[in-house]
């Protein structure tokens, strides 16, 4: 080899030493692997193990391996009852990399366990879990090997250990033997919900390892100093093996700006320090519909010696959220401010999407938030008797600008005052609390969902003992009036907390002039709809009502003989004792009763969305009296009849289009008051509006009978009303409507709506079809509708596929177009069905 030769040689191998050591410097010290492959499960102590999938449940790999049926076909929920009383165990092999086994300390994380679980690990036990809202982490470094390792986990039936629990203790709760168990309490079964009691490794198994150090957790708060300046304030939690000293830098990487630079001294153990950076010209986080929910992403990046040992990116919004309750001559208010802004809060209770949570996966929850989007809310409550929402649920959240109301997992029992429990739901707070404290969505934390009020107005006081009502109630006070909110100011200062949703309960004439109020006088007390506009609160926290799935989600749990309105199997999915009579009495009171079963379904569909519009308008005329409106409830976990807009397969009832109209930015709202028309018109923007308001009285045929044009101008964040008489121009009742709308110079309409004078089984209806015209388009296709006679109520199906509307069960009015895009890539032109209010029951 000559000396050329030999030169490239030793630079190229100069090249790759150096590129070697660049590698291995820019290598993170913190790793992680996750341990979700390889499972297998059996009965405990069978050994007849079988395949399973983990994040999962006992159910779905029972299913999987065909040894159940579908839990969900007509009445096999109740042939399942023998699952959760047996225990089950789960094993898995894993083999460590060398660049994890080698690492000075490694720890086992289980995410989520469901929820009686013994945990070994190569034969020993390292964990008992018992909550099944916890994040367990241990530390394995001890107990892991070269080459295979083996998890075993070991799942106890939760109705025994429940069992075990009630003979130990000296009382018997009101709910039953769940208050002993953190677990989802709808699990447990609910008025929308089947008793599945499953238990599992839910979410992910991880394993992470560290030589030295590792960032446990870091907060970011924000103080909008003014217009021009916020000053962000980090709170790291990092642990450390020993006293070192490290360079921690902060980037924002919406710029590429590096924001924070410094040698920070670790002492031995965890570390608690905050550090101060500030930011020019903020963009605030703000919910969708008043402005854009910007985020930022701020990297950490921990270094020892120029050697890079972790990377953490967290996205936060710059915000300020406050819950205004002051004194008034009302009593007191109830309402959120946004960056200094009062709200009006639009939106719907959420519960878990899935009986079976890990089979809710991320296209699921960007499906749902997206329809709440599309359904212009800005407010979700996450109920108490569900779980604390994954990450994923609050990233969307945060992206997309809507507000969560935050329950803690706590609803409709009282709980043990043991020392077990009370540290079991600290940890449990404490957890949670840190984990979802970075998210600009989270705009206030609440207690528990009815104990209150359940306490002082079902009567569970008298149930008891003077000396256990006592006990009882006193353990009540401890934890959700000292122990929650005391974790919250040490870990999520400056949030919001109010005890128990409602404030006060049904009976107690306080629920309408302060606080939070669930009303349930529609529904439960057999009221009418019209009762909402003289029950209107400060915040309306919950109202609902019922209506049946989409007639394909009731085609995938029932068999042809199935389907009538009280037959065995849909009664199965109907979780309210006398839910159908209730839906029953109230359609017959507004409709007259069809003899199609799809049609049954299609009227209680729209008597549910008349019935909460009603509700919603109620609340918006009243502002800023009333500064929320969240209907019960937005979503499903299973094929049911129930208060949902969005039902299991995330197709949208009647409600989803009524509530999109009713939760606009701008809202016509026109009833009769004193025999005149009032027309209240909201206006929800920031800035004002000046349009022209057009009052029109037309007779079903299209004559116009009156036609009115007001210019007005609705101040930013208001209410105003208008009165007019048109009494002298509704000859009859029964084939008479007014239609309002707001238009601007160009006339567009930026709001609209209709007035009609009688109950809808009383109008003069024709049975005519609508000239149709279907026209292709990038997004799908878009139709053109038009009559010269109104059609009520019209309902567009697409056979055999599911799609989104832009518009459903609406109203056409006559001699006008309606223009409804239809967002699909299927050839669906000849699979449109249309059918209005008349056709299901005029001869």
Known sequence: MNIFNKTLLIFFLFLIVCNNNSNKKNMLDVESIKINKNWKFSEKNKNNWLAAKVPGCIHTDLLRNSIIENPFFRDN?????WISEKDWEYSCDFILPDEIFNKKNINIIFHGLDTYAQVYLNNNI???????????????KQYLKKGKNNLKIIFSSVSEKEKEFQLKSEIKFPCGQRSFTRKAAYHYGWDWAPEILGCGIWKPVEIIAWNKTKINNVFFSSEIKNKNTAVINAEYNISSDEKTKIELSIKNINNNTIVFNKEIILQKGENNFSVKFQINNPKLWQVHNIGEPYLYSFETIVKEKSKLLEKKINKIGIRKIELIRDKDEYGETFYFKLNDNPIFMKGANYVPQDVFLSRVLPEKYEKLIQTAVDENINMLRVWGGGIYENDIFYDLCDKYGILIWQDFMFANTLFPDTDNFIENIKSEAKENIIRLRNHPCIALWCGNNEIDEAWHNWGWHRNYSTADSIRLWE???NIFHKILPDILKKYHKNIAYVSSSPTFGRGDKRSLYQGDSHYWGVWHDKKDFDTFFNNTPRFMSEFGFQALPDIKTINYFTNPEDKYFDSKVMLSHQKHRIGNKLIKEYLLKYYNWPQKFE?????TQLLQAEGIKMGIEAHRRAKPYCMGSLYWQFNDCWPVSSWSSVDYFYRHKALHFFAKKAFKNLLISPIIKNNKLNIAVINDNLNSCSANLIIEVLN??????????????IDANSVKNFN??????VKNKNK???????IDNQNNILADNILYFNKPKNLILKKIKPDLKINKTEFGYELDLYSDYLLKNINIIIADYDVDLSDNYFDLLPGNHKKIKIFTDKNIKNKIKIYSLADIYVD
């Open 700 to 713: 079903f045929n299209s004559k116009n009978l009156l036609s009115k044009s007001l210019k007005v101008k």
């Open 475 to 477: 353990n009540y006070k």
């Open 77 to 81: 929920e109740n042939k399942l009852k």
């Open 599 to 603: 049609h049954q379904v299609y009227l």
């Open 126 to 140: 390292i964990l008992n879990a018992d909550n099944m809202f916890r994040q367990w982490n241990i530390n394995a």
């Open 724 to 729: 007019y008489d048109i009494s002298g121009f």
């Open 736 to 742: 008479t409507l007014v239609y309002l709308k707001l």
